[in-house]
């Protein structure tokens, strides 16, 4: 069974920084192509980061290019997300999870299976 647990959320200041931490279990991420996406209620789901394992591309959404990065830790089976200069835009439910990669209209992640997130909440 895959599994993802999400960690690092907390309140901050705008400004201030965070790092997201996800554990996964029950696959190993050098084979898939794995991300991040965030929830606020009453909005869509956006997707915000996330790598193809396999080959290394890494993406971004135009809303945290330049101040969020996704890496990985092979070893220890975790993905993380930097984020720095938080905005009060950013407060949301942060979830980590798989996927296929689906290549119209523009090559994105749709999500299969997710953990129950973590919550980032920025003041202004």
């Known amino acids: 069974e895959v599994q993802f647990v999400e960690s690092g959320g907390g309140l901050v200041q705008a400004g201030g920084s965070l790092r997201l931490s996800c554990a996964a279990s029950g696959l190993t991420m050098d084979d898939y192509a794995i991300g991040w996406f965030r929830q606020t209620p009453g909005k869509e789901r956006e997707g915000i980061s996330w790598i193809n394992c396999i080959d290394g591309s890494t993406y971004y959404s135009d809303s945290v290019k330049g101040r969020f990065t996704l890496s990985t830790d092979d070893v220890k089976n975790t993905m993380y997300l930097q984020m720095i200069n938080l905005k009060p835009e950013d407060t949301a439910v942060y979830h980590c999870?798989?996927?296929?990669?689906?290549?119209?209209?523009?090559?994105?992640?749709?999500?299969?299976?997710w953990g129950q997130g973590t919550q980032v909440t920025v003041s202004s």
């Open positions: 999870g798989t996927g296929r990669v689906v290549k119209t209209p523009t090559i994105h992640l749709e999500y299969e299976s």
